[in-house]
C-alpha cells in the first residue's frame, strides 16, 4: 500500500493513494475519504472554539481528523488516537512526525467502545470527543457520553442517512427508537431524531447532552453536544424531547411533547416524527465563534455552516419548500429573497436553512408562506 501526501487546511497528511484516485475510495486495508474534508474543518474550528485542552479521536482511521486538531488548535495540548486497524494507525504516526505534532499525539490500537468505555468512572476523561464511524453512531454513544468530560464535547457523525431522513423507517425506530419523515425537511428531521437518542441515552447515565452545533450533507449528518453530569442535567435535557407533526395534505407542521396524528390546520392524517428532540440546536456564542476561527484560518465552508446555525433556534423545527408551494399554487418558482421580503414586511422573520439543499425557516405558518409566495409571484410577473 502507497502513501501520498494530501493537504488539508494546515495540516499535510499521509493518506492512501488510492484514496485521491479513486471514488469512491476503498474501505480496505485503510479507509481515507477525502469528500469529508468539511466534517474535520468544522471540528477544527469547534475544537478550537472550545477551548478544551485533550481530544479524542475514537475512530481515527489514518488519523486525519485527531492530527489536523493537534497541528491546527493551538489551544489542544494532547490528541488521543484510537483505532483497532493497525496499519491506519502507523499510517497517522507518521503524519504525526511529518507534521512536528508527534509530542502532542498518542496512538492506542483497540475497538472504540472499549477504549471509550474504559474511561467510565475515571479522571482520564476528555474535554472533545469524537465519534465518526461507518454507518450509525449509536452502539458507541453511552460509552462516549461517559468518556466525555463535565462540559466538554462530544461529535457524533451518521452515515445512515437513509435510515434517519425517513426511506428506512422502520429501521430508524428499531436503531434510534424514533420515527423520521421523508419529506422537504428530511435532514433536520434526521438531526433531531439522532439528537433525541443521544439526549435520551444520556439520561440513563444521569448525563445531560445539551446541542452545541449540527451540519448534514448528502452523506452524513452530524451533531455535536455538551455534556453535563448529573441528574439534574439530564433532567433538564429531556425536557428537550417532544414530537413533530407535518401534514402532506395542507403542509402545515406543528410540534409538541405529544404526536399529534391529526393535522391542526386541515384535520387530515398528518405524519409524526418521534421522539425526537425540539429545543435548540446550536449554541449561539460557541458556533459564532467557530465561524470567527474558520475565518481566520481560511475554512470558508465551515465558516459558512457555522454562519448558518447563527440564529437558527428563532425558528420552528421545520423548514418550507418554496419549490412544493409553487407547485401547489401552480405558479412559476419565485426567488426566495422575494418571499423573504414579504414575509419580513408582514411581520414574520424567515432564513435559509441550514439543513437542507434550499428552503425556507420562518415564525410564519403554511398559509402565511403561502400569501408570501403569491405576492412575490405578483411582483415578478410586472404590471
Known amino acids: 500500500m502507497k502513501f501520498v501526501?494530501?493537504?488539508?487546511?494546515?495540516?499535510?497528511?499521509?493518506?492512501?493513494?488510492?484514496?485521491?484516485?479513486?471514488?469512491?475510495p476503498p474501505t480496505s486495508p485503510v479507509f481515507f475519504n477525502p469528500a469529508a474534508s468539511l466534517n474535520r474543518d468544522i471540528t477544527v474550528a469547534l475544537a478550537a472554539a472550545g477551548g478544551g485542552r485533550t481530544f479524542c479521536d475514537s475512530t481515527a482511521g489514518v488519523g486525519a481528523r485527531g492530527v489536523r486538531v493537534a497541528k491546527e488548535v493551538e489551544g489542544v495540548s494532547s490528541v488521543t488516537l484510537v483505532d483497532f486497524n493497525d496499519a491506519a494507525l502507523r499510517g497517522g504516526e507518521r503524519s504525526a512526525r511529518l507534521n512536528r505534532v508527534s509530542g502532542r499525539c498518542s496512538f492506542v490500537l483497540s475497538e472504540t467502545n472499549a477504549f471509550l468505555a474504559s474511561r467510565f468512572g475515571r479522571d482520564e476523561r476528555f474535554d472533545y470527543v469524537d465519534v465518526d464511524p461507518f454507518g450509525?453512531?449509536?452502539?458507541h454513544v453511552q460509552a462516549a457520553l461517559a468518556a466525555t468530560s463535565d462540559g466538554g464535547v462530544l461529535s457524533l457523525t451518521a452515515t445512515?442517512?437513509?435510515?434517519?431522513?425517513?426511506?428506512?423507517?422502520?429501521t430508524c425506530m428499531r436503531r434510534y427508537g424514533g420515527s423520521p419523515l421523508n419529506n422537504h425537511f428530511h435532514?433536520?428531521?434526521?438531526?433531531?431524531?439522532?439528537?433525541?437518542?443521544?439526549?435520551?441515552?444520556?439520561?440513563?447515565?444521569?448525563?445531560?447532552?445539551?446541542?452545541?452545533?449540527?451540519?448534514?450533507s448528502r452523506h452524513y449528518l452530524r451533531v455535536f453536544v455538551r455534556?453535563?453530569?448529573?441528574?439534574?442535567?439530564?433532567?433538564?435535557?429531556?425536557?428537550?424531547?417532544?414530537h413533530l407533526s407535518w401534514c402532506p395534505h395542507c403542509g402545515e407542521a406543528s410540534s409538541g411533547v405529544d404526536p399529534s396524528p391529526a393535522c391542526f390546520s386541515c384535520g387530515k392524517n398528518a405524519r409524526v416524527a418521534g421522539p425526537l428532540w425540539v429545543g435548540k440546536v446550536a449554541e449561539e456564542e460557541t458556533?459564532?465563534?467557530?465561524?470567527?476561527?474558520?475565518?481566520e484560518k481560511?475554512?470558508?465552508?465551515a465558516g459558512d455552516a457555522m454562519r448558518s446555525l447563527a440564529g437558527v433556534d428563532r425558528f420552528p423545527p421545520w423548514s418550507f419548500s418554496l419549490e412544493r408551494v409553487c407547485s401547489a399554487l401552480k405558479v412559476p418558482s419565485v426567488p426566495e429573497d422575494m418571499v423573504y421580503r414579504a414575509l419580513v414586511q408582514s411581520g414574520h422573520a424567515a432564513a435559509r436553512?441550514?439543513?437542507?439543499?434550499?428552503?425556507?425557516?420562518?415564525?410564519?405558518?403554511?398559509?402565511?408562506?403561502?400569501?408570501?409566495?403569491r405576492a412575490a409571484a405578483r411582483s415578478g410577473s410586472g404590471p
Open 136 to 139: 450509525t453512531p449509536i452502539r
Open 160 to 170: 445512515d442517512t437513509a435510515v434517519l431522513c425517513g426511506v428506512q423507517d422502520q
Open 298 to 301: 481560511g475554512l470558508a465552508r
Open 353 to 373: 436553512t441550514p439543513f437542507e439543499k434550499t428552503g425556507l425557516k420562518t415564525d410564519a405558518g403554511y398559509a402565511e408562506v403561502v400569501d408570501a409566495v
Open 227 to 242: 455534556v453535563r453530569a448529573g441528574a439534574s442535567k439530564a433532567d433538564a435535557a429531556l425536557k428537550g424531547i417532544g
Open 187 to 216: 435532514h433536520e428531521t434526521g438531526i433531531r431524531v439522532l439528537l433525541g437518542t443521544v439526549a435520551r441515552l444520556g439520561a440513563m447515565l444521569d448525563i445531560g447532552a445539551e446541542p452545541v452545533a449540527a451540519h448534514s
Open 287 to 295: 458556533v459564532r465563534a467557530a465561524a470567527g476561527v474558520a475565518e
Open 5 to 24: 501526501r494530501h493537504v488539508e487546511g494546515e495540516t499535510t497528511l499521509l493518506v492512501p493513494r488510492e484514496s485521491v484516485t479513486v471514488d469512491p
